[in-house]
Antibody, heavy 118, light 107 residues
Framework: EVRLVESGGGLIQPGGTLRLSCAAS????????MSWVRQAPGKGLEWVSV???????YYADAVKGRFTISRDQSQNTLSLQMNSLSAEDTAIYYC????????????WGQGTLVTVSS | SYVLPQPPSVSVAPGETARITCERN??????VHWYQQKPGQAPLLVIY???DRPSGVPERFSGSNSGNTATLTISRVEAGDEADYYC??????????FGGGTRLTVL
């Protein structure tokens, strides 16, 4: 059974850093495309970043240069390092397995809430 | 980046058909995917590549995509279908792009 479990969210001050993790089971993170998608309170879905099975990474303009997506094959986890956080980054962050052919998100975690506030 | 236009809300009575649209110039040339999100839950894929349905999704959910409009159709709507629905495409420049979301209300 495919399962994704995010962790690492919390309350952080503006300008701070946070690292989110997503533990996967039932498939290999290393062999799949994986994405982060976020949702600000009361708002719609926003794609954040993707890592391809070959290791290439891409980011939304809103986070480029501040966020870094990575994976750990030994732990079968996906991570998102978030630096220089601002109030606009406040959201639930979901990790999602991404289909490599048609780029849809077929499995999602339950999400972890990041709140940026002083 | 950009957000795909969707109607903010759609209301239907139980047993009727709900249609939710997602518009973009020449969207018919892309693969469009649809997600259902109920309050407090993660999104759930209900349609991928325009009209394919993941296992476990009822046949009442169908999709189409042509020209400038993609459509999610829910037949014989039930109270349990009440949720937010999002369309999504993959853009060569902006990568993952979502629609603004449509709140489906079952009257």
């Amino acid at each position: 059974e495919v399962r994704l479990v995010e962790s690492g969210g919390g309350l952080i001050q503006p300008g701070g850093t946070l690292r989110l993790s997503c533990a996967a089971s039932g498939f290999s993170v290393n062999s799949n495309y994986m994405s982060w998608v976020r949702q600000a309170p009361g708002k719609g879905l926003e794609w954040v970043s993707v890592i391809y099975s070959g290791g290439s990474t891409y980011y939304a303009d809103a986070v480029k240069g501040r966020f870094t997506i990575s994976r750990d094959q030994s732990q079968n986890t996906l991570s998102l390092q978030m630096n220089s956080l601002s109030a606009e980054d406040t959201a639930i962050y979901y990790c999602a397995r991404t289909d490599y052919s048609d780029y849809y998100f077929d499995y999602w975690g339950q999400g972890t809430l990041v709140t940026v506030s002083s | 980046s950009y957000v795909l236009p969707q109607p903010p809300s759609v209301s239907v009575a139980p047993g009727e058909t709900a249609r939710i649209t997602c518009e973009r110039n020449n969207i018919g040339l892309r693969g469009v995917h649809w997600y259902q999100q109920k309050p407090g839950q993660a999104p759930l894929l209900v349609i991928y590549f325009n009209s394919d349905r993941p296992s476990g999704v009822p046949e009442r959910f169908s999709g189409s995509n042509s020209g400038n409009t993609a459509t999610l159709t829910i037949s014989r709507v039930e109270a349990g279908d009440e949720a937010d629905y999002y369309c999504q495409v993959w853009d060569s420049r902006f990568a993952g792009v979502f629609g603004g979301g449509t709140r489906l209300t079952v009257l």
